[in-house]
């Protein structure tokens, strides 16, 4: 039987460790009250807040700390599970993501897909990854820097920060299909990240009110799906979430829309053998599974082509050979249809 636990993650944040505004335990409250579990910290090229001894449980949120290894000009990468900082200095980002590996760390990553808009100066082009190749994690979805390449004016920008949730529709097509042609030959774990600072948004000279953690928070999740309950220890704790994004047993959430909590997919053959998202198993016999909190529009794909859709609360489907199989959960919201929920594959080879 689901003897796995959901827990809601924001990710890819900055405290006043780096260039972030707010400190960790005004994070960590700000968590609790948008009703987040657990915090990916990502400091700009410090683990200072592990330092501090800031790790661990504030109140009902779970503060883990990762780095953002941050390159001057170059490709940022989100690293976890590592004691020590990666001096990337002379490293190209294919070192960096083999650094953090070969030190028993993994990571994603960020913001990859960026394509830079002339009026959102945090977004260049030079954040847009060169080497797609070396990579087993990607932050397929930045609220930051996918949404906002869509602000061409103050008047977007203005929206956008004012309800993200009238503003923020899907996430660009090409970082779904990119997504898609990695997975053809190798495991390669999605994940939403914010890049939040509790930012000021600059544009056209001017600066916008700003959006707090807690309103970001508010936004976008990666939610994990984790093999037993947290006990309140920060070692056990830790394990868990960073097991279940390291395996890709994840999905990505659009959480101002709806909740997701309580979504499934996972492959099912035989006596109940079962494949989680980011499994991988050869041969036939394979039935693939969705489940849903509510009733929604359901896509099941293989290798990027739509083979299944429904409007419903539970999808099941016979797979037809080997594939990439991933679902999207679009939902009507504010007058417009949004993706809600994006899972991990299931990969039958
Ligand atoms: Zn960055
Ligand atoms: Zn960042």
Same mark, same amino acid.
């Given at each position: 039987m689901d003897r796995l636990h959901d827990l809601s993650c924001v990710l890819h944040l900055h405290s006043t460790h780096s260039d972030g505004t707010g400190t960790v335990p005004e994070i960590a409250r700000?968590?609790?009250?948008?009703? =987040?579990?657990? /915090?990916?910290?990502?400091d700009h090229d410090t683990l200072a807040a592990r330092r501090a001894g800031e790790e661990g449980w504030h109140g009902a949120a779970l503060v883990l700390a990762g780095h953002e290894v941050s390159p001057p000009g170059r490709n940022h990468y989100l690293a976890f599970g590592l004691d020590e900082e990666i !001096?990337?200095? *002379?490293?190209?980002? &294919?070192q960096i993501v083999a650094a953090v590996r070969e030190r028993g760390g993994f990571g994603f990553a960020a913001h990859p897909f960026a394509s830079g808009s002339g009026r959102f100066p945090r977004v260049?082009? @030079?954040? %847009?990854?060169? @080497?797609?190749?070396?990579? $087993? *994690?990607?932050? #397929?979805?930045?609220?930051?820097? @996918?949404?906002?390449?869509?602000?061409?004016?103050?008047?977007?920008?203005?929206?956008?920060? &004012?309800?993200?949730?009238?503003?923020?529709t899907h996430p660009p097509e090409h970082n779904?299909?990119?997504?898609?042609?990695? *997975? =053809?030959?190798?495991? /390669?774990?999605?994940?939403?990240?914010? $890049?939040?600072?509790?930012?000021?948004?600059r544009v056209a000279g001017r600066t916008l009110r700003a959006m707090?953690?807690?309103?970001?928070?508010?936004? #976008? !999740?990666?939610? /994990?799906? +984790?093999? =037993?309950?947290? !006990?309140?220890?920060? @070692?056990?704790?830790?394990?868990?979430?960073?097991?279940?994004?390291?395996?890709?047993?994840?999905?990505?959430?659009?959480?101002?829309i709806a909740r997701a909590t309580g979504f499934r997919f996972f492959a099912e053959r035989f006596r109940g053998e079962r494949l989680e998202m980011g499994g991988e198993a050869a041969g036939g016999g394979w039935t693939l599974h969705a489940r849903l909190p509510r009733v929604a529009d359901v896509r099941l794909l293989r $290798?990027?082509?739509?083979?299944?859709?429904a409007v419903t609360q539970a999808l099941m489907h016979e797979a037809q050979g080997p594939g990439v199989?991933?679902?999207? +959960? %679009?939902?009507?919201?504010?007058?417009?249809?949004?993706?809600?929920?994006?899972?991990?594959? /299931?990969?039958? %080879?």
């Open positions: 700000a968590a609790e009250q948008a009703g =987040a579990d657990v /915090v990916l910290l990502t !001096r990337h200095r *002379g490293l190209t980002p &294919a260049s082009a @030079d954040m %847009r990854w060169e @080497d797609l190749e070396c990579l $087993d *994690g990607l932050e #397929l979805w930045s609220f930051l820097a @996918d949404n906002g390449q869509r602000l061409n004016s103050i008047r977007d920008a203005v929206r956008f920060i &004012a309800r993200p949730e009238r503003f923020v779904l299909r990119e997504w898609d042609r990695l *997975g =053809a030959s190798r495991r /390669v774990v999605g994940i939403g990240g914010l $890049d939040a600072h509790q930012f000021g948004l707090s953690y807690r309103r970001s928070f508010e936004q #976008l !999740r990666t939610h /994990v799906l +984790v093999a =037993a309950e947290p !006990r309140g220890e920060l @070692d056990h704790d830790r394990e868990l979430v960073y097991s279940a994004l390291r395996t890709g047993r994840c999905y990505i959430a659009f959480n101002a $290798d990027g082509e739509v083979v299944a859709r199989y991933r679902v999207e +959960v %679009r939902l009507r919201s504010h007058g417009a249809e949004r993706t809600w929920i994006l899972s991990n594959p /299931v990969y039958l %080879r």
